[in-house]
C-alpha cells in the first residue's frame, strides 16, 4: 500500500478511496492491524493508502494524499497509546516497540483523539471511522488509569462517525461498500461489531434508528459517580460481548446517545485462511530507517488461530477478539511455512505458532455455533468444562507437517500455552518437549497465592505444579535441559502483602525464580481494571483489597524479586506489615538478612 506521495504517483491514483492513519510504523505484517485491514480493503478493490505515525501538531501530515474517496480509518496501532507511552508507574516509556529503532515519542496521547480531530480540522466533511484496540476498548464509558477517572465513550470524545470493534475485517468491507454506494456514514447504523451514535434529542423522540433487542446500561452520569452502577454496567457489556446471543447495549452520554450492535461473528475457516494468504511482505516499509523491534520478534510467527477461552481477569482478549476461537486450516498454515523458505532472510526457524494462547487451536465447544458462549460459567475456570472438545491431534498433526517442509529446520510454540489445558495431554506434552520448546518454554501461572489466582480466574497452583512435573518428566525422557520461564504479576486487586509473602516462600522452596514479573496495570474493559476502580468484583459485588499506593505496589513487585539487594528496604517493610519478621535473618528460610551493625 502506498505510504508516500511518490508511490501513490506510480500507481496513477488521482487519490485513495481509503486512507488509514496509525500510530505504529507500518509494517506490512499479519501481525499488524493496520495492515491487515489495509490488505483486506485492497483485496475487495479499494484503493487504500496509509499514514503512520504522523505529526500531530499540524494537519500536514494528514493531508499528503488529499481528502479520500470514501474516508480517513485511524488506528492507535497494536496497542493503547497510553500504554505505548507510559509504564505502570505512570512514567514516560523510553522504548516503543512498534517504533523504527525502538524510539518512543512517536504517538501522542489519546493517539484515536488527536489524529481525530486533525483530520477533522483539514477535512471537515470527510468521515472517520476509528477502530483498533484503544478505540474497540474505550467504546463505553469507562475507567482510565492514566487520568485516575471515569472517561466517557471513545466515540463521544472523538470526531468520528463510527467505531469498529473487535478485529474488524467484515466491519470495514460492509462499511466501504455501503459507503462507495453513496450510503452516508451518519446512516450506517445495524452493521454488528460497530458503535454509532445518536442525538440525545432524537433518542427522546423514541429512538426511531434503532432496530433489534436492546438493553440499555446506566449513564455516564451514574458509573462515573457510583461504583456499584459502573459495576452493573460493565457486568452487562461483558455478557452480552457474543455473536449468537448478544443484544445491542445503549448508554447515555451528556451530550449523545452511544450504541453498540452486537459483537460481528468471528471469521469462518475460509475467511480467515483468505486473510492470511494475501500479499504481505513482511517487512517494514522503506521509509523506516530503523529496524521495528516488535516485527524482529513475530516476522516468521505464523497466527494459526483467533479469540480465547480463558477468561483471565486481567485480560481484555474476550472483549475484542471474543471467546470463541476460529482456527485456519492446516493447509493455509503450510502455505504461509512454504512462503518463509522463499525469503532470503529466513534461516529456517519458526520462532511462534499460536495466536494468544498457543494450544487452543482447533479446539471448540459444541454449544458455540447454535447457543454462542456461556453465560452461567467459564470455559477453564475452575476447571475445564466437560462441554469443552480439548482434542489436540489437529495441532499435533500441524506441528508434524510443519517439520516436513523442506527449508523448515525448526518449529517453536514461541507464544504462551495454557498449562491447565496441556497438563495431562501426555501426547501433546511429549512432542512438545521433544520438537517444540527452544530450550525455555513461557508460561504464566500469574501468581502462587490460591486466593489471588481465583480472583484473576487463573488455575490452582497445584495444577501449574502438575504441569510443571510432567514438563521435567518428559525432558528427563528425552534427555533435554529444557526450562520453564514463569511470568508472575504483582498489585493484583485482591492481592495482599501476606499473599506476596506466601509466594515469595514458595519460590524460595521451589527454585521457581524468575525476573518476567509484571506489575498490574488497569487498561480498559478488564474485570480486574473494573476491581481496581470500585474495589468490589463486578459480578458479586463482593469488597476486596486493592493495592493502590505507590509505596504498596513497590513492596508487592520486590517480594518477588527478594535476592535484589536494591529491594530490601521493601522487603524489610513488606515482612514488617505482615508480621513476618522471622523471615528476616541468617537461617535457611529467610528472604533478606538482617543488617550488620557497623
Given at each position: 500500500?502506498?505510504?508516500?506521495?511518490?508511490?501513490?504517483?506510480?500507481?496513477?491514483?488521482?487519490?485513495?478511496?481509503?486512507?488509514?492513519?496509525?500510530?505504529?510504523?507500518?509494517?506490512?505484517?499479519?501481525?499488524?492491524?493496520?495492515?491487515?485491514?489495509?490488505?483486506?480493503?485492497?483485496?475487495?478493490?479499494?484503493?487504500?493508502?496509509?499514514?503512520?505515525?504522523?505529526?500531530?501538531?499540524?494537519?500536514?501530515?494528514?493531508?499528503?494524499?488529499?481528502?479520500?474517496?470514501?474516508?480517513?480509518?485511524?488506528?492507535?496501532?497494536?496497542?493503547?497509546?497510553?500504554?505505548?507511552?507510559?509504564?505502570?508507574?505512570?512514567?514516560?516509556?523510553?522504548?516503543?516497540?512498534?517504533?523504527?529503532?525502538?524510539?518512543?515519542?512517536?504517538?501522542?496521547?489519546?493517539?484515536?483523539?488527536?489524529?481525530?480531530?486533525?483530520?477533522?480540522?483539514?477535512?471537515?466533511?470527510?468521515?472517520?471511522?476509528?477502530?483498533?484496540?484503544?478505540?474497540?476498548?474505550?467504546?463505553?464509558?469507562?475507567?482510565?488509569?492514566?487520568?485516575?477517572?471515569?472517561?466517557?465513550?471513545?466515540?463521544?470524545?472523538?470526531?468520528?462517525?463510527?467505531?469498529?470493534?473487535?478485529?474488524?475485517?467484515?466491519?470495514?468491507?460492509?462499511?466501504?461498500?455501503?459507503?462507495?454506494?453513496?450510503?452516508?456514514?451518519?446512516?450506517?447504523?445495524?452493521?454488528?461489531?460497530?458503535?454509532?451514535?445518536?442525538?440525545?434529542?432524537?433518542?427522546?423522540?423514541?429512538?426511531?434508528?434503532?432496530?433489534?433487542?436492546?438493553?440499555?446500561?446506566?449513564?455516564?452520569?451514574?458509573?462515573?459517580?457510583?461504583?456499584?452502577?459502573?459495576?452493573?454496567?460493565?457486568?452487562?457489556?461483558?455478557?452480552?460481548?457474543?455473536?449468537?446471543?448478544g443484544r445491542n447495549i445503549v448508554q447515555r452520554h451528556p451530550k449523545t446517545i452511544i450504541i453498540q450492535n452486537r459483537p460481528m461473528r468471528p471469521l469462518d475457516q475460509q475467511e480467515l485462511d483468505h486473510v492470511y494468504e494475501l500479499p504481505f511482505t513482511r517487512k517494514e516499509h522503506p521509509s523506516c530507517k530503523e529496524p521495528v523491534p516488535a516485527l524482529e520478534t513475530v516476522r516468521f510467527s505464523i497466527t494459526t488461530h483467533r479469540g480465547c477461552f480463558g477468561s483471565c481477569s486481567f485480560c481484555a482478549i474476550g472483549m475484542h477478539q471474543g471467546r470463541i476461537v476460529s482456527s485456519r486450516s492446516i493447509e493455509s498454515i503450510l502455505q504461509e511455512a512454504r512462503g518463509f523458505t522463499e525469503m532470503r532472510e529466513f534461516r529456517g526457524v519458526i520462532s511462534g505458532v499460536g495466536g494468544p494462547t498457543a494450544n487452543m487451536y482447533s479446539m471448540k465447544c459444541k454449544k458455540w455455533e447454535k447457543s454462542?458462549?456461556?453465560?452461567?460459567?467459564?470455559?477453564?475456570?475452575?476447571?475445564?468444562?466437560?462441554?469443552?472438545?480439548?482434542?489436540?491431534?489437529?495441532?499435533?498433526?500441524?506441528?508434524?507437517?510443519?517439520?516436513?517442509?523442506?527449508?523448515?529446520?525448526?518449529?517453536?510454540?514461541?507464544?504462551?500455552?495454557?498449562?491447565?489445558?496441556?497438563?495431562g495431554d501426555r501426547e501433546y506434552m511429549y512432542q512438545l518437549c521433544k520438537d517444540h520448546v527452544s530450550g525455555q518454554l513461557l508460561v504464566a501461572p500469574e501468581h502462587y497465592s490460591d486466593n489471588v489466582t481465583s480472583i484473576m480466574r487463573k488455575p490452582e497452583r497445584k495444577v501449574f505444579e502438575r504441569f510443571a512435573d510432567e514438563f521435567e518428566q518428559i525432558n528427563r525422557e528425552l534427555g533435554k535441559e529444557q526450562y520453564l520461564i514463569t511470568y508472575l504479576m504483582s498489585g493484583h486487586p485482591g492481592c495482599t502483602i501476606v499473599d506476596m509473602v506466601n509466594t515469595a516462600e514458595y519460590i524460595r522452596d521451589t527454585g521457581r525464580y524468575t525476573e518476567q514479573v509484571q506489575e498490574f496495570t488497569p487498561t480498559p474493559m478488564t474485570v480486574s481494571t473494573c476491581m481496581y476502580h470500585t474495589g468490589l468484583d463486578p459480578f458479586t459485588k463482593e469488597k476486596m483489597h486493592v493495592p493502590r499506593s505507590r509505596k504498596e505496589k513497590r513492596i508487592q513487585r520486590a517480594m518477588l524479586h527478594y535476592r535484589n539487594p536494591k529491594n530490601r528496604s521493601a522487603v524489610y517493610e513488606g515482612l514488617k506489615q505482615a508480621d513476618r519478621l522471622d523471615l528476616i535473618g541468617n537461617a535457611w528460610k529467610c528472604l533478606i538478612s538482617r543488617k550488620k551493625r557497623t
Open positions: 500500500m502506498p505510504a508516500t506521495q511518490n508511490e501513490l504517483k506510480k500507481l496513477k491514483w488521482n487519490r485513495p478511496d481509503i486512507v488509514i492513519v496509525t500510530g505504529d510504523a507500518y509494517v506490512d505484517h499479519p501481525g499488524f492491524g493496520a495492515a491487515i485491514i489495509g490488505r483486506v480493503l485492497e483485496d475487495r478493490g479499494f484503493r487504500v493508502a496509509i499514514i503512520s505515525q504522523p505529526r500531530w501538531d499540524s494537519t500536514d501530515d494528514f493531508t499528503k494524499f488529499g481528502q479520500p474517496r470514501l474516508f480517513f480509518a485511524v488506528t492507535a496501532g497494536n496497542t493503547d497509546s497510553m500504554v505505548s507511552n507510559y509504564t505502570p508507574a505512570l512514567k514516560p516509556r523510553k522504548h516503543d516497540s512498534y517504533s523504527p529503532g525502538g524510539k518512543s515519542g512517536k504517538r501522542p496521547d489519546r493517539a484515536v483523539i488527536v489524529y481525530s480531530n486533525r483530520i477533522k480540522e483539514a477535512y471537515p466533511d470527510t468521515p472517520i471511522i476509528i477502530g483498533g484496540i484503544e478505540a474497540s476498548l474505550r467504546r463505553f464509558a469507562h475507567y482510565d488509569y492514566w487520568s485516575d477517572s471515569v472517561r466517557k465513550s471513545i466515540l463521544a470524545d472523538a470526531p468520528a462517525d463510527l467505531l469498529v470493534y473487535g478485529m474488524g475485517e467484515l466491519q470495514m468491507l460492509e462499511i466501504a461498500e455501503r459507503m462507495d454506494k453513496g450510503i452516508a456514514a451518519g446512516d450506517i447504523t445495524d452493521i454488528d461489531g460497530t458503535v454509532w451514535k445518536m442525538r440525545i434529542r432524537n433518542w427522546k423522540n423514541g429512538g426511531d434508528a434503532l432496530s433489534g433487542d436492546y438493553i440499555q446500561i446506566p449513564s455516564f452520569d451514574e458509573v462515573s459517580s457510583d461504583r456499584e452502577k459502573y459495576c452493573d454496567a460493565f457486568s452487562t457489556i461483558c455478557r452480552e460481548q457474543d455473536p449468537i446471543r454462542g458462549t456461556c453465560t452461567d460459567k467459564l470455559c477453564l475456570y475452575p476447571e475445564p468444562c466437560h462441554s469443552l472438545d480439548k482434542d489436540s491431534s489437529q495441532m499435533l498433526e500441524m506441528f508434524k507437517k510443519l517439520k516436513e517442509i523442506p527449508g523448515i529446520s525448526k518449529v517453536f510454540v514461541g507464544y504462551g500455552i495454557r498449562y491447565d489445558l496441556a497438563a
